[in-house]
């Protein structure tokens, strides 16, 4: 059974940092993007970040490039979102996906919670 499983959500504050974790099992993720999504209350989820497990390429949106760091660790089968000088606007569930193009994602977890306090 392939799971995804997030950690590190918490309440912040303004200019804090967070790490994000995502724990993969039941298949091989060698040949996927692994990727970070956000959605905050009322909006579309929208894409964070991807990498790919096999090269390590990563991509990053342009409202966290700077903010936001992808990794993944083989030995651990987890991929990271590093997320520095949290803004307000970052309150959002977020969510781990895994996905054999960056067009769809076939696996998804169920989200972490974070609230980024003024």
């Known amino acids: 059974q392939v799971q995804l499983v997030e950690s590190g959500g918490g309440l912040v504050q303004a200019g804090d940092s967070l790490r994000l974790s995502c724990v993969a099992s039941g298949r091989s993720f060698s040949s996927y993007v692994m990727t970070w999504f956000r959605q905050a209350p009322g909006k579309e989820r929208e894409f964070v970040a991807g990498i790919w497990w096999s090269t390590g390429i990563t991509n990053t949106a342009n409202s966290v490039k700077g903010r936001f760091t992808i990794t993944r660790d083989s030995a651990r089968n987890t991929v990271y979102l590093q997320m520095n000088s949290l803004k307000p606007e970052d309150t959002a569930v977020y969510f781990c996906?895994?996905?054999?193009?960056?067009?769809?994602?076939?696996?998804w977890g169920k989200g972490t919670l974070v609230t980024v306090s003024s």
């Open positions: 996906a895994a996905g054999r193009t960056t067009y769809g994602m076939d696996y």
